[in-house]
T-cell receptor, first 112, second 113 residues
Framework: DGGITQSPKYLFRKEGQNVTLSCEQNLNHDAMYWYRQDPGQGLRLIYYSQIVNDFQKGDIAEGYSVSREKKESFPLTVTSAQKNPTAFYLC???????????FGPGTRLTVL | DAKTTQPTSMDCAEGRAANLPCNHSTISGNEYVYWYRQIHSQGPQYIIHGLKNNETNEMASLIITEDRKSSTLILPHATLRDTAVYYCIVRAYYGGSQGNLIFGKGTKLSVKP
């Protein structure tokens, strides 16, 4: 089955700890995205990557970091510098020739 | 990208058609209308998109007015599983640029038995 996977579905961390969220896709898509969603709100762009070994900051990149060493993978690290990390994190990908994005199931991060 | 306006919530009876409106009065000639939906605690799901002509796929139909200032997403026979937040997004096709989607608050559709 082709698609985007995110793991884990739920994640709990203590304040001050870094945590890495996984995103993998087997759709052979070039572009990948990380969004954050807070309760009752729309999605906000954290980082995006158009191609392997390249990524750009989105609207709310402070306190986050990413890497794109492989086409299939785009992990997001939530660092201790992120002041309010508790949120629902969504990864998406799209083929270069289209504007349709496909989303993973999301990871709900709770910082205690 | 043009701004969109959607009602906050709507109800629909199971088995009936659900018609979800979206206003995008400042849409430009090169901007597409996209619809996504998000079922509670899941990732958004692509439904359909269009530029000028009406579009239909296995999930829904998209009706765009002739002046392109508004559109309607139609779910022909709503089921309980269609209960979700529906997002109308307008964006130009940038090809290789940033390409992110701007999600507003959408319409919460509740399908009732």
């Amino acid at each position: 089955d082709g698609g985007i996977t995110q793991s884990p579905k739920y994640l709990f961390r203590k304040e001050g700890q870094n945590v890495t969220l996984s995103c993998e896709q087997n759709l052979n898509h070039d572009a990948m995205y990380w969004y954050r969603q807070d309760p009752g709100q729309g999605l906000r762009l954290i980082y995006y990557s158009q191609i392997v070994n390249d990524f750009q900051k989105g609207d709310i990149a402070e306190g986050y970091s990413v890497s794109r060493e492989k086409k299939e993978s785009f992990p997001l690290t939530v660092t201790s510098a992120q002041k309010n990390p508790t949120a629902f994190y969504l990864c998406a990908s799209k083929a270069g020739a289209t504007d349709t994005q496909y989303f993973g199931p999301g990871t709900r991060l709770t910082v205690l | 990208d043009a701004k969109t306006t959607q009602p906050t919530s709507m109800d629909c009876a199971e088995g009936r058609a659900a018609n979800l409106p979206c206003n995008h009065s400042t849409i430009s000639g090169n901007e597409y209308v996209y619809w996504y939906r998000q079922i509670h605690s899941q990732g958004p799901q692509y439904i359909i998109h269009g530029l000028k002509n009406n579009e239909t796929n296995e999930m829904a139909s998209l009706i765009i007015t002739e002046d392109r200032k508004s559109s309607t997403l139609i779910l022909p026979h709503a089921t309980l599983r269609d209960t979700a937040v529906y997002y109308c997004i307008v964006r130009a096709y940038y090809g290789g640029s940033q390409g992110n989607l701007i999600f507003g608050k959408g319409t919460k559709l509740s399908v009732k038995p």
